[in-house]
């Protein structure tokens, strides 16, 4: 009826009697008794201060002394009953049947008999009207693109239709099929039939992470970058046409980018995106993507097509590369950071020893090393002003060392230095005297030689 009962058994019960030793049906009430509890039924019996109410969840026998107040109306117990004979009377009336299912529920809720009774009439409004909406969500059910699913698998349908939607889009865009994987920051389009798209996603995943933490930002760019791979150089090119066409590429870039042992192409604008092929086998080149994201990420924080140094970007390109892919990915050793940077245990990797970039990555060094000792390397206010193309292996190593020490020394001034980097200053000594104290670079070039012969 109106009020809200309580199935709470009051000290005043007395007891429950069976329907049949009651007398004629009298009018149904709400019963408020002096304690404030609502009884909301059916009166079937007066006598000797006592009264007998008839409700959904059974009889009750009440001291007509403790009842504060009573006003008459239909009980619950009176409408189960006329809607029970109407449903008897319609018995394929799908509303009828939902609105005693809907009774017992605001009624009888957590009786196991009227529960019973309760899902054999949410499975008649189904039967009778499939399209019952109110039914559908009761039964945890949910409309999906015409389909009533469980509303449990509504996620992880969603996260299919989005998949097959970019899958399809993208195999349209580039003219070949490809398979996708999609994260917050990273979008997967793969030409290889690759399996560990999920380990490959997360490496990059990873770098991402570890790049926002070392710069303190809270992103680096808004939608997710597309990383497109492609099987060989001879699927490559036809892709590299399309894509350069929306990049609107110099013949420059072009010339370099369609290199067979040049690996693939990074554009930085409008969405970071790379465009690659395993000209050095496959995991080298996943080893790249995650050196591209130190990459692109520099750009990003340099902003507005400004050129950043490019000892910065190669270096941490590379530093990030061995930070997230390590050996774990290269000799399948596992290890605790395994899984999360794409590791894998595959014995027959594991027999052939691929290396992925990680050898490059030692060469680099190696002949950094050595280019110090024997003074071939520039001066550090010549290497610090010099361009990709002006770069060997020393200088790529140089590089990779000098964002390592600088992070090594100090990872919390890092962020403060790429900003004063950024910000530049009256002399290409600032930053280094702003944030790490060096009056001049040549003191910072001292103190890093002697880092990179001694512990490097």
Known sequence: MRSTRTRRRLALVIGLVTF????????????????????????????????????????EKLNAAQVESRTEGESPFDAYERLAKAVSGSPKDAALHWELY????????????????RAKLLKKVLRFDADHAEARDENGEVSFRGTWVKKADLPRLKAEAERNRLKNEWSAKLGTPVEVYATDHFLLVDGTNDRDLAQRAESLDA??????????????????SPTITMADHLKYLPVLDKMSKQWGMSAAWMKFAKLETGGGVWRDRPIPTQ????????????????????H????????????PPTWMEEGLGQWI?????GEHLASCVGGKTARAAGGTTDKRRKKKKKKGNSDDVDERKERCIEAIQNGSFPSMRMFLKMQIGDYGPAEEGGAYGLVTW???????????????????????????????????????????KAWVLSEW
């Not at 605001?106 to 009774?117: I, T």
């Not at 590369?321 to 892919?325: K, L």
């Not at 001034?413 to 702003?434: C, E, I, N, S, Y």
């Open 321 to 325: 590369e061995f930070e997230v892919m």
């Open 406 to 448: 600088l992070i090594a020394q100090d990872e919390a001034k890092f962020a403060d230095f790429v900003k004063a980097l950024k910000r530049g200053g009256l002399r290409d000594d600032d930053p280094w005297t702003q944030v790490y104290e060096y009056e001049l670079i040549e003191e910072m070039e001292k103190v890093w």
């Open 296 to 307: 692109l990420a520099v750009w990003k924080i340099w902003g507005g097509g400004k050129k």
């Open 207 to 224: 770098a991402y992470a570890r790049i926002l933490e070392l710069t303190r930002r809270e992103s680096l760019w808004g939608e997710p």
């Open 275 to 294: 465009l690659r092929f395993p000209n050095r086998g496959v995991e080298g080149m996943w080893y790249s993507t995650v050196h591209m994201v130190g």
């Open 102 to 117: 809907v009774l017992l529920r605001e009624h009888a809720s957590g009786n196991k008999e009227r529960d019973k009774e």
């Open 20 to 59: 049949g030793l009651l007398a004629a049906p009298a009018p149904a009430d709400v019963l408020v008794l002096k304690n404030g509890v609502s009884i909301d039924g059916k009166v079937m019996r007066e006598d000797g201060g006592f009264i007998w109410v008839k409700t959904l969840l059974g009889v």
